[in-house]
């Protein structure tokens, strides 16, 4: 079955840059519409970002458009989360996740966090000066 193991997070300064991947093993990676989610301590966890199965339909929750980047590599079975101008609200767990289903479901960008069914542990991020 699908597994996914998220890296990439770390202690930044605000300003600066993080990619984050998630890599995926145990089931045809294309296949999967990819989504990234994050939660900060006592808060709840949002959706942040989405990717289709192909790359070519993405959506972001307004909070980051424009900053956050998602992107995917099917040859080398790894989704990406690319974060730009890094702020202390962007301290969080950040997750990735996975849904699949009919190539009508996954041509399209669509991760409800109910649907997701495979989910990685998290990588932390960290945003302080």
């Known amino acids: 079955q699908l597994q996914l193991v998220e890296s990439g997070g770390g202690l930044v300064q605000p300003g600066t840059s993080l990619r984050l991947s998630c890599a995926a093993s145990?089931?045809?990676?294309?296949?999967?519409?990819i989504g990234w989610f994050r939660q900060a301590p006592g808060r709840e966890r949002e959706q942040v970002s989405c990717?289709?199965?192909?790359?070519?339909?993405?959506n972001y929750a307004n909070s980051v458009k424009g900053r956050f980047t998602v992107s995917r590599d099917n040859a080398k079975n790894t989704a990406y989360l690319q974060i730009d101008s890094l702020a202390p609200e962007d301290t969080a767990t950040y997750y990735c996740?996975?849904?699949?289903?009919?190539?009508?479901?996954?041509?399209?960008?669509?991760?409800?966090?109910?649907?997701?069914?495979?989910w990685g542990k998290g990588t932390q991020v960290t945003v302080a000066s």
């Open positions: 990717i289709n199965y192909s790359g070519t339909d993405t």
């Open positions: 996740a996975a849904v699949g289903g009919s190539l009508y479901y996954i041509m399209r960008a669509r991760c409800a966090e109910g649907t997701m069914n495979t």
């Open positions: 145990g089931a045809r990676f294309r296949d999967y519409i």
